[in-house]
């Protein structure tokens, strides 16, 4: 099956690391991807760009509505995704369990419908 | 001989689970393999009655269900389904007639219905459905909510497990302790729910009973695990209480004025042989700690210096203010009222919202002598109580205050 790990965590927090500890995120990242990409389980996954170039788009009674900013005010931000194949749910939750932004963030699991 | 709906009964509360679990292993399909075995049991209704009631009563309706299975998947599977069916169809068939003779699927179906994506409650409601055999009617009543709520609840849980890929599996041995200790939770709240309802009526038996059979079964799946064995234990040493409990109108009665010549002495014999000498573990601990009060023939035979003990091991595997006001009230027993009350103080800022911890303090307020204090702590926990046996129990202790 395959699932989208939607990486949610504070920019604000990740704004105020220092130098080495931003090298120690990547390097964690590294690793991962590294690991994913050997066992053939990811097929995707990339770092977004900071929420304050998020655009928000909306079209209502044919008219585009577009606003500044992300579609939800939260204190956590999607700040990255993975897309894997993996068996099953407990597959899944094991790699999100594995992301570096883990452990101050949170990771949603989604199942992609096929 | 039984009648008819006694053998179906009886085949239904004992083989439900097990038959369930195959057929949801080979199809993959929670609702298919329930309606399968429901409609192998209509069918029993049906003929039995003119037949009579065969020999082996589980074979027969194992038998019927993998063939309702059977129908079905070649009925309703379509498209690229049909490849997949026709594996399942194949399995099925080459099933012997006896059901024990074929691997025991609950351990599976049980980790499934306790996986930690599902909400608690769904859990809760999945594990009483499928593993245990209750009735969507008979879990609704149990859990004070509408048939029709329940019903939903089990259809969307039954649909995550589907639709998000939670396999039907035994976790690996990495995850097994985690994933077990989920396990009892769900067991410990059915008990729980059972036990001390958090509103009207006190003991619900049942709901008690089906987290007994429920801790058997998981001792019995996964031997020698100490803490499922603990679990097992508690729930027996506590269970063993329950004629004693209320009185005739349904009031509560305290350990301390329990007529002990009603407890089950079966279940704590049976719960004695479990407990450990060297607990360490929640439910050991715990267990250990209802086989002191389950021990004493009389109130003042209780060892309330090693019940003390046995929650400071408590509070220090897994601290909590609710552990910590146990405690207080084991060392009062031990140590007199005003050793407690030093204790129980510094909880206060935790559990001022909890009834439980003034009834305590009220208590040991009254032993001490201290009645107008007692009878404010009295206030404070009736203003909280939600069981009505609770509160009446409260309104009776506060009325004996001289006061």
């Known amino acids: 099956m395959k699932y989208l790990l939607l990486i949610y965590a504070d920019e604000r927090a990740y704004e105020t690391l220092s130098e080495d500890e931003r090298h120690e995120l990547y390097a964690a990242y590294d690793v991962l991807m590294k690991d994913l990409a050997e066992k053939g389980q990811s097929l995707a996954g990339d770092e977004l760009a900071p929420t304050s170039t998020a655009t928000t788009v909306q079209v209502r009674n044919g008219e585009r509505l577009i606003t500044d900013g992300p579609f939800a005010e939260t204190k956590e931000q999607l700040g990255g995704y993975f897309l894997v194949d993996v068996p099953d749910l407990d597959a899944a939750i094991d790699i999100a369990a594995r992301i570096p932004s883990v452990h101050a963030g949170s990771i949603e699991v989604r199942p992609v419908m096929d | ?403």
């Not at chain 2, 649909?159 to 995850?175: H, L, M, S, T």
């Not at chain 2, 086989?291 to 408590?314: F, G, K, M, N």
Request: charged share 30%.
């Open chain 2, 1 to 403: 001989m039984p009648t008819v709906a006694e053998a179906v009964d009886r085949a239904y509360r004992d083989d439900t689970g097990r038959a369930v679990a195959t057929l949801i292993r080979v199809t993959h399909d929670f609702d298919l393999a329930e309606e399968a075995w429901q409609e192998a049991c209509e069918q029993a209704l049906r003929t039995w009655p003119q037949r009579g009631v065969p020999r082996d009563p589980t074979a027969w309706l194992f038998t019927a269900a993998r063939n309702r299975a059977i129908d079905r998947l070649r009925r309703e599977r379509v498209g690229r389904e049909k490849t997949a069916a026709a594996m399942q169809i194949a399995e099925l068939e080459a099933m012997g007639d006896d059901m024990h003779e074929i691997p025991d699927d609950r351990l599976r179906l049980l980790f499934t219905c306790c996986h930690p994506s599902l909400a608690l409650d769904a859990r809760v409601a999945l594990t009483l459905r499928t593993v245990a055999g209750l009735t969507t009617r008979e879990i609704a009543r149990a859990f004070l909510v509408p048939e029709p709520t329940l019903g939903q609840r089990l259809t969307r849980a039954k649909r995550k497990i589907r639709d998000a890929g939670i396999p039907y599996v035994v976790p690996p041995r990495e995850a097994l302790p985690d994933r077990l200790d989920g396990v009892r939770a769900v067991v410990y709240l059915v008990f729980n729910e059972g036990y001390e309802a958090t509103e009207g009526e006190l003991i619900r038996t049942d709901l008690c009973a089906e987290a007994i059979r429920l801790a058997r079964l998981l001792d019995h799946l996964i031997p020698d695990e100490p803490e499922s064995r603990g679990l097992l234990a508690l729930l027996l040493l506590q269970h063993a209480r329950r004629a004693a409990r209320t009185d005739d109108a349904g009031d509560l009665i305290t350990l301390e004025d329990q007529d002990r010549s009603r407890w089950d002495h079966e279940l704590i014999d049976e719960g004695l042989a479990l407990v450990e000498e060297s607990a360490s573990g929640t439910y050991q601990l715990q267990a250990a700690i209802a086989a002191c009060h389950d021990r004493a023939p009389r109130p003042e035979d209780t060892d309330w210096a090693q019940i003390a003990s046995l929650y400071d091991e408590l509070q220090r595997v897994r601290p909590s203010p609710v552990v910590a006001l146990n405690r207080a009230v084991a060392v009062a027993m031990a140590d007199g009222p005003d050793a407690g009350l030093r204790l129980l103080d510094p909880l206060a800022d935790d559990l001022d919202q909890y009834h439980h911890f003034h009834a305590a303090r009220a208590d040991l307020l009254r032993r001490a002598g201290r009645e107008p204090e007692a009878a404010d702590a009295y206030d404070r926990a009736l203003a909280l109580v939600g069981n009505d046996a609770e509160r009446r129990y409260l309104e009776r202790r506060r009325a004996a205050l001289t006061t």
